[in-house]
C-alpha cells in the first residue's frame, strides 16, 4: 500500500484528504506545516507528497524546492511532489513546476483525477 505524506495547514483539509486517499487504498501520515514536511519526509519515506501551496511557515514551493536541492534530503530528490492550492493563476502554477512539483491540481479537487495523476506518478517512479 503506498504512503502520501499529506499536508496542509487546515485540519479538516487534511482528513477531508486523508479519508478519500485511505479509500482509495492509500496510507498515510500528515502534518500541518513546511518543516514538519521536510522532517516527516526523512522519517516516514512517503512514496508520494500532497503539499499545501499556503503554509504558515514555508511556503509549499520552498518546501519542494529545499526536497529538490538540499543534498541532506538527495535521498527523496525524486519524491513526486503533487501541489494543492487555492491559487490557479498561472504565475503561481508556473513558480510552482519550476520549484520541481510533478502536478498541480487546484481547489475544489476533483478526487478522480488526483487518484489518476497518484497513479501516474508512482507507476513512473517504480519504473525508473
Do not use: W
Not at 13 to 22: A, D, N, R, S
Not at 59 to 88: F, K, N, W
Not at 100 to 122: D, M, V
Amino acid at each position: 500500500m503506498p504512503k502520501l505524506l499529506v499536508v496542509d495547514d487546515e485540519p479538516l483539509t487534511v482528513e477531508m484528504l486523508e479519508t478519500f486517499l485511505k479509500i482509495s487504498g492509500y496510507d498515510t501520515v500528515a502534518v500541518l506545516n513546511g518543516e514538519d514536511a521536510l522532517l516527516m519526509i526523512q522519517l516516514e519515506s512517503p512514496d508520494a507528497v500532497l503539499l499545501d501551496l499556503q503554509l504558515p511557515d514555508l511556503s509549499g514551493i520552498e518546501v519542494c524546492r529545499q526536497l529538490r536541492t538540499l543534498p541532506s534530503l538527495a535521498a527523496y530528490a525524486d519524491l513526486p511532489v503533487i501541489m494543492i492550492t487555492a491559487h490557479g493563476s498561472p504565475e503561481m502554477r508556473h513558480r510552482a513546476l519550476e520549484a520541481g512539483t510533478s502536478a498541480y491540481f487546484t481547489k475544489p479537487i476533483k478526487f478522480p483525477e488526483l487518484i489518476a495523476e497518484l497513479n501516474r506518478l508512482l507507476a513512473a517512479r517504480q519504473a525508473k
